[in-house]
Every structure is written in C-alpha cells, then in structure tokens.
C-alpha cells in the first residue's frame, strides 16, 4: 500500500519543486543550445550601455516648424513602437524641444531603425468583411476549392473582387487574439487590401485600400454627444474635422457606405493606425460637411484617447537620424558592483541573525533564500530570452529588498511553531498548528506586495517599473519557496531526533523557550504555578511564558497567590 500521511506529501511537494527546477534550467539550457538564450540575464541601458540616438522629426508634406505639443506626440507614437518591439528599459525623451533622443540597450537591429524612423499612418479603410469578436483564428479553415474567387477588376473600395483566395485563407489563419499578431501589426501598401485586428473589441477584418488619408484631418476632440434638437445625450463622442479634400472624399466614401444596410460589414469604415484597427464605426448618415462624429460605448477616458491617436494620425511624422552614439556602461558596471555588494552584505546580516536568533533553524532559512535566489534567476534569465526582459539598476534594487522581505515569510513561521511548543505542544503538531497560522500571515502579505507592485509597475515609468517587476517576481518567488520548501522541509525535520527531541542547538529547545508540556504525567495536567518563572529558571523565558498565559490560567493564578497570601496572614495572626 503507498504510503501516506505528512511526511509523505512533504516528500512529493519537495519532487515537485525539483521538477520546477528541472524545467526551467532545461528550458534555458535548450534555449542557449538551440536559440539566443543565455544562462546570464539581459542587462538594461544603466548597467549594459547601449546606443543613443538623436532624432530630427518632420512633417511630410509641411513646412512649418514643430511645436512642442506635436514632438510630445512624436514621442509617445515612438514609445509604442519601441515597447512593441519588445525592447524594454528603452529612455525615450525631447531634447531642447526640437529633438527626440532614444537610448536603447545594446545595438538595435535594422528592424528597429526603420521602425522607430518610420511614420505613423493612419488610414481610413472600408470594412470588406468581418467584424467584431472574431478574433481567433479559424481551426478548420475553407478548403482552397471553395475559397471565393474574384470575378471582375474592383470597382471602389467596397467592392468585393478585392478578396482574394490568399486574402481569405489569411483572415481565417490570423489570431488576433495572440499578442504577437498585435505587435508585430503591418501596414500594407495604400492601394491594397489588407486584414487588421482591432484589440479593443478582438475584432478581425478584410479591409479595403486606404480611401482617405489621415493627413486629411484637421483636428480631432472629443465632449458630449447631442441630438437633433441640440440637447446633450450623456453619450460621449469623438468629433473629427477634415480638411478640403478630406471633407470632399469622405463624403463620397459615406455616400456608398451608407447604402449598403445596417448589419453589413461593408457599412462600416476602419480607422487604422499603424497596422491596426483603433475604431470600426458604422455610418449612419452621409456626412457632407467633414465633421463627422463617432459615438459608441465611449468613456471620457476612451473618447479622449481615441481623440488623441486621430491627432497623432493626422500628424504624420517621419524622423532623420542626426546622431548616433554608443553609451559607456563603465558607471552601470560599477553601480552593479556595488549593487551586488549590497546584496550579499545583506544575505550574511539576515544568515547571520537567523543563526543566532534560531541556531540550526536558521539554516532552513538560509537553503530557503537560496533557493528563492535561484528561481527568480533562472525566471529573470528565460523572461531575458523570451520577453526581452533586461535587468536594470532599479531591478536589482527590488531583489535586495526582496531578501528582507522573504526572510519575513520564514520568520512568521517559525514564531508560530516556537508559540505552538510554548503552548506544550510537540515539535511535530506545533509544525502542523503553526503553519496553519502562519499561512494566512504569508498570502495576506504577499498579496499585498504583489498588488502594489503591480500598481507601480502600471503607474509608474521607466526604472521604477524595473523595481516594480522584480519586486512583484520575488514575491511569487517567495510564495512557491515557502510553500513547497520551507514548509515540507520544516515537516520532515520535525521527525529528526535533533529537531525533534528540541537539541540546545535546534532553535526549538522547549526549556529555553519556557515551554511546560500541557500533560504533566501521573494525572496532572500543567498549572500556573508549574510557570519557569517560580521555579527561578531562565528568566526571560519565563516572562515571556507568562506573557502567554491563558486568560483562565492568569486568572487561576491571580486566585492562588491570592489564597497563599490570606493564608501566610492567617498564620501571621496565628503566631
């Protein structure tokens, strides 16, 4: 029969934590035969050094200056692109208002040239087919037999020659649900069809060629929506101006959209920004003086940004690159010595207190810091291989603080075990109790530092979104390490005879802490008087013992002391 019981379990659990292990160095070790991977994380610009780039914008087609509202925008159009390309700790910046300086770590490829020069494009398409919620990719895509076929030389935008058996098998094959298909998003040629995504409402659609330019927008804004009668209808909106030529186009583009009945595809226009689709909206009404409005399920916050990417779109920036230089690491290489000095200065203090504090216990602490220390590296290692994920100062800052914090979880722990055995409880139930009472101390902790580490790391920029994450990272890490280490350790060491037996050298010693057993043998159970502190041992022991009477035994006592002091008066009177 398999055996069972906690010993057991706490064996499997340790297993399991070596698969965990096992995996990920696999997982690397494969990725560094086969792949980029490599056992040494990715270091960030402060610490790796880089490359840094000033660039110049312009505006196609205009020749007036750039203020500093439009370079404001240029930078954040280039911030999406370089943090969809997967760069992280990228520094992104205006210079003098005239300049945008990218720093970026290591030496970016040409792919990330052009796309960081490139131009923002927004396009306004007509919709061929698709629609919203249509995101996922078709597991049994059409036959080629019966894919549709073209029958005639398109005639406008709508018309549905454009969809070819190739258009078709893409749209079924795209996933717009995966978030590679997002970044790595393409615009096609302004005379071809294309298929798009639309994240917000996981949308997926077969557009036709780009029919009115977003140059053509004057400006964009967004407020409350009104009706005929001019009385507001609570209803945000997003209000777009186009220019002359702009107003002339798409009033006919309305003209033809609006004839086709509510419901098809083909009523609606897509506005496209860089390869993908930002807003599909329907037409209902042919707009001839160029100041249409979209309305929708549109929050103030939604409505503005929408309004701000058709200001981004109706600016279509290009940029030169003026300069282009390498950035020493020499003060990041220093600053990591230092950091890792830190660390370690920090990792002997926390072993070396956990020693004193709770001699051969606190080895348990030290294995389990290393194997916390471990596992968040192998993490930030595959995370460097896989996400792009490099290390900066402020990162390794967040792993220092993490050693404190993980020594925490253990601390908590073993405090409840030493109050189970002062309560006379044996090593191995006191292991049990206390980790029941410390288990909900550790996840109401870590939840709390995970909660505002995701906070930051949403709120904040640059850097501190790199102590963000790693704070957050060691915190998972400290939970898998406490759970599926520390503890199960901790039950197999009760059944040791050291451990067990409470050795002077364990940490648990029953004696030192002050602890009577509850059952006191021939009968008796444990008494207030039976307290280390009237026996005149270990003082401090006994004071904190008494600190941890029960509220029906200090009152047994108050009871007593009062009686034995009405009899030492009794027989003070007596004589």
Known sequence: ???????????????????????????????????????????????????????APKVQGASSDINAEQLEQAVEIIRQRV????????????????????????????????????????????????????????????????????????????????????LQTEFETTDCLNPDT???????????????????????????????????????????????????????????????????????????????????????????????????????????????????????ESAEALSEQLKYGALPISFEIQSEQQVSATLGADQLRMGIIAGLIGLILVA?????????????????????????????????????????????????VAIGQTADSFIVYFERIRDELRDGRSLVSAVDNGWKRAKRTVLASKAVNILAAVVLYFVAVGNVRGFAFTLGLTA??????????????????ARTRFFGEGHRFSGLDTTKLGAVPLYRGAGRLREPGDSPALRGKNKAAAKEAERRLTIAERRLAEKQNSMAGSGRSSEKDGE
């Not at 460097?384 to 220092?400: E, K």
């Open 476 to 493: 998972i890490a400290d939970l898998i390490v406490v759970f599926m280490f520390t503890h199960p350790t901790m039950v197999l060491l």
């Open 1 to 55: 029969m398999p055996r069972t019981g906690p010993g057991s379990a706490a064996k499997k659990t340790l297993i399991w934590l070596g698969v965990i292990f096992a995996a990920l160095a696999l997982l690397l070790g494969g990725g560094s035969m086969w792949s980029n991977a490599s056992w040494t994380p990715k270091l960030a610009l402060d610490l790796e050094g880089g490359t840094q780039m000033i660039l």
């Open 352 to 400: 070396v207190y956990s020693l004193f504090q709770y001699r051969a216990l606190g080895l348990v602490t030290i294995a389990s810091l290393v194997v916390a220390g471990v596992l968040t590296y192998l993490a930030i290692a595959i995370l460097g291989w896989s996400q792009n994920y490099r290390l900066s100062l402020a990162g390794v800052a967040g792993l220092i």
């Open 182 to 300: 997002l970044a790595n998003a393409e615009q096609a040629a302004a005379d071809q069809p294309m298929v798009a995504c639309e994240p917000g409402t996981a949308g997926k659609y077969i557009l036709g060629p780009v029919e009115v330019p977003g140059a053509e927008i004057s400006t964009a804004s967004f407020g409350m929506a009104q009706g005929n009668n001019g009385i507001s209808t609570n209803q945000w909106a997003v209000n777009i101006e186009f220019n002359r030529e702009g107003t002339d186009t798409f009033r006919q583009v309305t003209e033809r959209l609006f004839a086709f009945p509510q419901g098809d595809p083909r009523n609606q226009f897509a506005i496209v920004l860089d390869g993908q689709i930002i807003s599909a909206p329907t037409v209902n009404a042919v707009i001839t003086d160029g100041k249409p409005q979209i309305t929708g399920n549109f929050t103030q």
């Open 83 to 166: 943090d969809g390309s997967g760069v992280s700790e990228a520094e992104i910046s205006t210079q003098s208002n005239r300049n945008v300086v990218v720093s970026l770590p290591g030496v970016p490829d040409a792919e990330t040239r052009e796309l960081i020069q490139a131009s923002a494009q927004m396009e306004f398409r007509p919709v061929l087919a698709g629609g919203g919620g249509q995101g996922a990719a078709v597991t049994d895509p059409t036959p080629a037999e019966q894919l549709p076929t073209p029958t005639a030389e398109p005639t406008d935008g709508s018309d549905p020659n454009w969809i070819s058996p190739e």
